[in-house]
């Protein structure tokens, strides 16, 4: 089952804005303990996307898909295809077939009607400036062809189009490119401008080609420049260049109905109202910068809020490549001080904890940084000071009334009460919702209030829910910036009944509130003597859930202690009462107890992962209501102390609050962790032939103190079994591998490593690996030179090479006759157990004598040579210019004539020419009577008159079919 999981985390760390390039953007969900949200400071992002090497079709209907296609680098956002009704897909083809780049590429095949089959990637790093490069091609499924009708959508922007099924929305769309494909292959582009769409004049594109699309936008709200090529181009506000194949097609063109000045991190492609599904469009090589030019300093966001309810540490670091070019720091007009509010140490900015501490003190007041830097350039940010409000959660301190109402201190909310009126709080049964304790008051004539105020409000729904009983009346309301707004007729609700009855209300806050809250209204309905209890209260942007407020209850006796079994910590609790069955638990950890805070603070603190030194981990429930559950947390860092606490979730998702022992420092849960001597490590693996460098490896220890690994090995002249030591230590590593050098690959070696943690413990030794010599020489095939091979123009050595392992570097080595020099012609080839191919011998390089040749071969520690070490292949070329009749199969003979022929004329017993040629560039002169044309040449006696340098010379020769 599903959980509704909604603990929010406050990462305890200081504020640090990062300006270094190579950039790692964060994403908002990390959140520092300071603020709501993370201002990241840098040069401008790149960011490149493709299709990677793997094929895959992707079209079953009404379906989606973030699996498909390879997922972009970190923070490049999140990449999805959705196949819609009408047919067509996704397909990832490799070779593409419309050769945009290397790799694979995507094709998307338009659906017969309007249910779109649409690409997308996400929330990729923003920009309010950007440029975008991709390539496409339109066509048909075989991209040479042409669609003769459909729809092809490019959109680029922000918002929930870029996640869902839906078409395009003119008010989430900067850039919006369509591409209609009509009669006769012709492709009508338009271009979104507001809420319509205009026809882009030229036909820059058209099916069966390939373009390199390119796009500089600009949603400021001021004019932007950019450089290309060696030229300067300028963009309005609002608009974009289209460039197609390195030609403006676009200049300033107007953008969707998408709101200036916001973010742009989203595009998608979609097709549509295809019959047939005729319409394709090929994509690869995508290129994004978040920016014009890539070196400005970028800012995202350019607004944070410093979190009211739990400041930490709120130092805010800005470094930067050059910070030491900083010329001055400035908060809302006013210079700060170098060494008392700010200083630079090689390329960090610091602005002090003080001065941060001491200028947020209530909601609504801000510091505005701007740093001027020496090149004329500036960075602005505005930090305002807010109160965190985590999504999905009951944003009411102390809803269900478990000591003191925790207001405001500027609604004056004391103890048990308002403006210092009666009330109590109960823990008689009949008055308790739930928890401990309810509410109770002797309501007055007119209205006392209990408030909550300081959050931050923005532009959505908001909710909120008060359980109340009694008789008077209620008057729950949302506090905004325009006032508050109650529920109800004339904004109360008269209670009289003895059961709890709940209060719903909600108000959609128009725009960014920065000291909302709630306002609950207690007062009498007619006389003394009345009495109202409240017994819980939700305030959030999610409305509360379905059995809200009847949570689990927190677990009870938590203990921990330490096991010698592994290097962690053993933890026992006692099942608590549940509404619901439990499901699961959340244990968290930290090498620090809640005597650094209140156990809400250290719990918020612990970060989302599984550390090494703090961290999180959910185990499933298995004991039921009363039942003793265990778990045991390993991979904890020995001899630390580590402090411990748990919540309960049930099976509909209701999470507990923390346990009773970890709501007191002297009684929460801890142990000291047992260092043990680690394991042996396994998984050592060497290759089977003895190499130089033999490459060892091993699987790493599960220890989290082991960071090192001790090696040993032992060599031997002849084979046997392994030695009985360990052999001789040969290396400290701290890696999972080693590369061992200086190897005789004639010897058998055995290799074995232990462990080493951080406190001088050794592992005892792992399993062995051996190696073997390679005895066994390459074996080398070679195909002999007929005379037909030595009368072609070219002449190729043809031989293969076979080994056990692999074959590394053959040729031969050719020498002209009779006192030519050695030459070693080599063959190019990868290595690998098989090897066939043929080396060219030059022809002009041959003796007088001739020449000779022998092939050689080596797979490392091993060579052989054809036809033997010392021994030579010897050919000579024919010299003379008399014929003589080979056979290329059985019944089909030729005639060569030698190399001093330089023409030769052939006619048959009654003079008619059956054959005349000359030479040339050719070393010899050769008749095939099968390819005589249309004479039919059959066997007989034929005369032939050869030109020589000495004059000519007549014989016949006999042809023998």
């Not at 964060?26 to 960011?47: E, H, P, Q, T």
Request: aromatic content about 12%.
């Amino acid at each position: 089952m599903s959980r509704r999981y909604t603990d929010n985390t406050w990462i305890s760390s200081a504020l640090f804005f990062t300006l270094r390039a190579p950039l790692k953007l964060i994403s908002v969900s990390a959140l520092a303990a300071c603020i709501l949200l993370f201002g990241s400071l840098a040069k401008a992002s790149s960011w490149e996307y493709d299709f990677g090497t793997d094929t895959g079709t992707f079209v079953q209907e009404n379906t989606v898909s973030e699996d498909f296609l390879p997922q972009p680098q970190e923070n490049g956002g999140t990449a999805r295809v959705r196949v819609g009704t009408g047919g067509g897909g996704f397909y990832l083809e490799n070779p593409g077939i419309a050769g945009l780049g290397d790799g694979a590429e995507l094709r998307i095949k338009a659906p017969t009607g309007g249910s779109v089959n649409k690409f997308s990637i996400y929330e990729r790093f923003p920009g309010k400036t950007f440029y975008t490069k991709f390539k496409l091609k339109l066509g048909d499924s075989d991209g040479g062809g042409t669609a003769e009708d459909g729809r092809i959508i490019f959109m680029q922007g922000a918002g929930g189009r870029y996640s869902d099924n839906l078409v395009i929305a003119h008010d989430q769309t900067f850039t919006g490119l369509r591409w209609d494909f009509g009669g006769g292959g012709v492709i009508t582009t338009s271009h979104a401008s507001g809420g319509s769409w205009s026809e882009l004049g030229g036909d820059p594109f058209v099916q069966g080609s390939t373009f390199t699309v390119e796009i500089y936008g600009n949603n400021t709200l001021a004019e932007q420049g950019y450089s290309r090529n060696g030229s300067d181009y300028s963009l309005g506000a609002g608009t974009y260049d289209l460039w197609v194949n390195d030609t403006l097609v676009g200049d300033n063109l107007p953008k969707g109905e998408m709101e200036s000045d916001a973010f742009i991190d989203s595009f998608l492609f979609y097709g549509v109202n295809s019959s047939e599904n005729q319409a394709n469009i090929f994509l690869d090589d995508f290129e994004y910068t978040n920016a014009l030019d890539p070196d400005a300093p970028q800012l995202f966001p350019e607004l944070v809020y410093y979190n009211l309810d739990d400041p930490g540490d709120i130092t805010a670091n800005i470094i930067w490549n050059e910070a030491d070019s900083v010329v001055s720091v400035s908060d809302n007009g006013d210079t700060l001080n170098v060494g008392t509010d700010y200083e630079v140490v090689g390329d960090t900015l610091t602005i002090k904890n003080d001065y941060l501490d001491d200028t947020l003190k209530v909601a609504g007041s801000s510091v505005t940084l701007k740093v001027e830097f020496d090149e004329s350039s500036e960075l602005k940010l505005d930090i305002m000071a807010a109160a965190s409000l985590p999504s999905g959660e009951n944003w009411v301190e102390n809803w269900d009334f478990d000591g003191p109402w925790e207001g405001t201190a500027a609604s004056g909310n004391p103890e048990h009460w308002v403006w210092g009126k009666r009330g109590e709080r109960s823990t008689d049964t009949a008055k308790v919702l739930v928890g401990e304790a309810s509410f109770v008051h002797e309501p007055y004539l007119g209205y006392e209030y209990l408030e909550q105020t300081g959050k931050l409000l923005t532009n959505k729904e908001y909710h909120l829910a008060v359980y109340a009983k009694g008789t008077g009346m209620v008057r729950p309301g949302i506090i905004h910036s325009g006032g508050t707004s109650y529920v109800g007729p004339a904004g109360r609700l008269i209670i009289e009944d003895s059961d709890w009855e709940r209060v719903d209300f909600s108000y959609e806050s128009p725009g960014s509130i920065f000291d909302g809250g709630i306002s609950i209204g207690l007062q009498r309905k007619e006389a003394r003597g009345e009495e109202l209890v409240l017994g819980a209260v939700w305030f959030s942007d999610t409305p509360p859930p379905g059995d809200w407020p009847s949570p689990p209850q927190p677990v009870d006796d938590l203990a921990a202690s330490s096991t010698d079994s592994v290097q962690g910590a053993a933890l026992e609790w006692t099942v608590p009462f549940t509404p619901h069955p439990p499901d699961s638990y959340e244990l968290r950890y930290a090498t620090y107890s809640v005597a650094v805070s209140t156990y809400s603070d250290w719990w918020d603190s612990i970060p989302e992962s599984e550390g090494l030194y703090e961290g999180r981990r959910i185990i499933e429930a298995t004991e039921p209501e009363g039942g003793t559950e265990s778990h045991i947390i390993d991979g904890l860092y020995p001899n630390l102390t580590y402090w411990f606490a748990v919540k309960v979730f049930d099976e509909e998702g209701y999470s507990s609050e923390i346990d009773y022992n970890a709501r007191n420092e002297a009684s929460q849960a801890s142990a000291e962790i047992i260092n043990l001597a680690p394991l042996p490590p396994t998984g050592l693996t060497v290759p089977e032939i003895t190499l130089d460098p033999v490459e060892v490896k091993w699987d790493p220890n599960e220890e989290v103190d082991v960071s090192r690994y001790l090696l040993y090995r032992a060599e031997r002249d002849e084979a046997g079994p392994v030695p009985s030591v360990e052999g001789v230590f040969i290396a400290t590593v701290s890696a999972t591998s080693y590369n061992d050098t200086g190897i005789d690959t004639s010897k058998y070696y055995t290799y074995w490593v232990r462990a080493l943690d951080d406190f001088g413990l050794k592992s005892p030794l792992s399993a062995p690996a051996q190696t073997s010599p390679d005895l066994d020489p390459p074996v080398i095939g070679h195909t002999p030179l007929t005379d037909r091979a030595l009368g072609r123009d070219r002449i190729f050595v043809e031989f293969s090479v076979s080994d056990n392992r692999e074959v590394y570097e053959a040729g031969i080595i050719f020498q002209a006759l009779p006192d030519g020099a050695e030459t070693d012609i080599p063959f190019s080839f990868t290595p690998s157990d098989y090897v066939e191919g043929e080396v060219e011998i030059d022809k002009s390089s041959i003796g007088p004598g001739g020449f000779r040749y022998r092939i050689y071969a080596s797979d490392g520690p091993n060579l052989s040579f054809y036809p033997g070490e010392d021994e030579w292949i010897t050919l000579q070329l024919r010299a003379d210019a008399d014929p003589e009749q080979r056979f290329v199969t059985p019944s089909n003979p030729e005639v060569v004539f030698g190399t001093d022929a330089e023409s030769v004329l052939i006619t048959d017993t009654r003079g008619n020419e059956v054959f005349k040629a000359s030479r040339g560039g050719s070393d010899f002169i050769v008749w095939n009577p099968a390819e005589n044309g249309s004479i039919a040449i059959e066997s007989g006696l034929y005369i032939y008159r050869v030109k020589t340098q000495n004059g000519y010379s007549y014989g016949t020769v006999v042809i023998v079919k």
